[in-house]
């Protein structure tokens, strides 16, 4: 039964996380315009939902940023319970052609409490052009 809560959690954190990358990569799409200066939308770790930081565990945003500001939040999630999200980007960058500025990146996601060999690892793997593919994998 236990097994069962942590797989659905897993699948739950996995899911919100897809769907924050699908709307920073639309946003930043539909905000393609030359006069509205140097503009991009941003996924990063946020603990306080109005500003980035660096701990993915305790939440994110999807941000709207102008000059590398922040100006609008499009989205909040809160910390996730009893889940590790680690990444070793602090923050993911659409440009206005909905690519990741700084290249491929992953988001892992998985159970604080993850027995060895238990199958409840879910890496994000973003391509450059900014789609998500999800692996499934082990707890180490």
Known sequence: FTGLIRSNRVSSQTNEMIASLALARTEAIRSNSPLLGNRDVVLCPSADGQACAADWAAGWIVARRIDDAVVTVLRHVQEPASMSITSDET??????????????????????????????????????????????????
């Open 91 to 140: 923050e993911i960058v659409f440009d206005n052609r909905g690519r990741i500025a700084q290249g491929p990146d992953s988001i892992v996601v998985r159970p604080l409490e993850c027995q060895s060999g238990d199958p409840y690892v879910r890496t994000l793997q973003i391509n450059a052009s900014g789609q998500v593919r999800v692996e499934q994998g082990n707890c180490p």
